[in-house]
């Protein structure tokens, strides 16, 4: 259930990833770094050239690499309405500059720029250098980009848990995961299910293998939380062909296999029935997801089911 | 059909955090308070609506990969409840409404699949 690897099964995490991201990532790594630079003797006329040439809204002004003020596309109108397009930027820029530290997170910016209502923040070294502009777009790529990386990097665990089975060569490898499921721990009901979901997606299993391999391992996970005396294990086996699919109890067994396997019976408390079990479909819907299921159970030796999907189809037994 | 129309036409309730609506899109709708029926009923990226207002709800959500709950009839989830759907990124929903009636307009606003 928790999210535990870098794929998130959610936008929403994606949004908590995003607030994460603003904190790792610093300034210097989503800015324009060597921006087009206004000197100060240029005209506003020419910084009009200059900025519509390379289509943008604003521009520091340096001298000797030393940031003096900054000059906007408000400024230029200012300019324009007043008919002084020949005079010097120096005249129109702001000298009185917000500017933030290459080294700084990411979200320091983010506050400056939701407090103080700026289009771009200039982007300065410890001596006051001019090294690079920062704009919300720059911030939105720098977002994106980083995600991305995210994305492939968990593509390639993907990439390298689904050659497993073709990178480490034997004559019958498998990979065995274990699970302890307590007794009427609702709770953390589903949590083992969703984490073997999501294992099989990593090992290359289709959405729809994984899918329904979810779904009978929850129905055996959430018997093994209802129905027995002291809960159980789940055993997932994966070989390159085929999901084996254990589930371990010590009792109290099923009497009456046949009747547990019938649609609608059901020996479930109304406690039970309430939380929205009960409905006497768990045997039934395993049967449906998976290629094959076998029951033993006794009094003495509690339940096994053994649940088996195969994945190359041709090599199905049933 | 995004959830911002569903989400108005129905008067819902917001009970887990703030997300943009839009972008969740529903084609398919199901509706039962049984779990097992929703395991094998349900499409992947369905809408449902159900009474059971318990943390399971939200195990079997995020094992189907359903982005958003209808919790009927003021049935009031556990904070412990909300904040593991805040965790999985499924939303949930409240409404005094039964589950007869939210099916009803949810049919009527367009949503007919199930």
């Known amino acids: ?318 | 059909m995004d959830l911002q129309i569903i989400f108005d036409s129905l008067n819902l309730i917001l009970l887990t955090e703030e997300r943009d609506f839009s972008q969740i899109h529903f084609d398919s709708a199901y509706m039962s308070d049984l779990l097992s029926c929703v395991m094998t009923g349900a499409k992947p990226h369905s809408l449902w609506i159900t009474l059971i207002a318990n943390i399971n709800i939200v195990a079997v959500a995020s094992l189907l990969e359903i982005p958003a709950i209808i919790i009927t009839e003021n049935a009031q989830p556990n904070q412990e409840t909300i904040e593991r759907a805040n965790m999985e990124g499924i939303v949930l929903l409240s409404t005094s409404a039964s589950n007869y009636n939210v099916s009803g307009h949810l049919w009527e606003l367009g949503i007919k699949d199930q």
């Not at chain 1, 700026?118 to 001019?130: K, M, Q, S």
């Not at chain 1, 593509?155 to 302890?180: G, M, P, Q, W």
């Not at chain 1, 396997?261 to 045997?283: C, D, H, I, Y």
Request: hydrophobic share 40%.
């Open chain 1, 1 to 318: 259930m928790s999210n535990q690897g870098l794929l998130s099964d959610s936008s929403a995490a994606r949004i908590t990833r995003v607030e994460e991201l603003a904190y790792e990532l610093t300034i210097g790594e989503v800015m324009t770094r060597d921006p087009l630079t206004l000197k100060i003797n240029m005209s506003m006329r020419d910084a009009l050239d200059l900025m519509g040439k390379y289509k943008i809204s604003g521009a520091p002004v340096a001298r000797d690499g030393k940031l003096i003020g900054i000059l906007s596309m408000e400024d230029l109108i200012r300019s324009l309405r007043d008919g002084r397009i020949d005079r010097k930027i120096t005249e129109y820029m702001s000298g009185a500059v917000i500017t933030v530290r290459e080294h700084d997170q990411l979200v320091e910016a983010l506050k400056l720029f939701v407090k103080s209502k700026v289009g771009r923040l200039p982007v300065v070294d410890e001596n006051d250098n001019l090294v690079g502009i920062l704009t919300k777009g720059d911030i939105s790529n720098g977002l994106l980009n980083a995600l991305q990386r995210d994305y492939e990097a968990e593509e390639l665990i993907r990439y390298r848990a689904s050659h497993l089975f073709e990178d480490i060569v034997s004559d019958r490898t498998s990979l065995i995961l274990r699970y302890t499921i307590k007794k009427d721990d609702f709770l953390h009901g589903g949590a083992a299910s969703n984490r073997i979901k999501k294992a099989l997606l990593r090992l290359g299993a289709s959405s729809q293998i994984a899918r329904k391999c979810g779904i009978a391992v929850y129905e055996a996970e959430m018997n093994l939380i209802i129905h027995t005396n002291n809960g159980g294990f789940l055993r997932v086996e994966v070989e390159e062909n085929k999901i084996i699919m254990e589930a371990y109890d010590d009792g109290p067994g099923i009497p009456d296999i046949d009747k547990a396997m019938t649609p609608g019976w059901s020996t479930a408390s109304s406690e039970v029935r309430n939380k929205g079990f009960g409905a006497g479909m768990g045997l039934v819907n395993i049967n449906n997801c998976v290629d094959e299921m076998v029951i033993k159970s006794s009094k003495e030796r509690g339940t096994n089911l053994f649940m088996t999907m195969y994945l190359d189809k041709a090599s199905k037994q049933k």
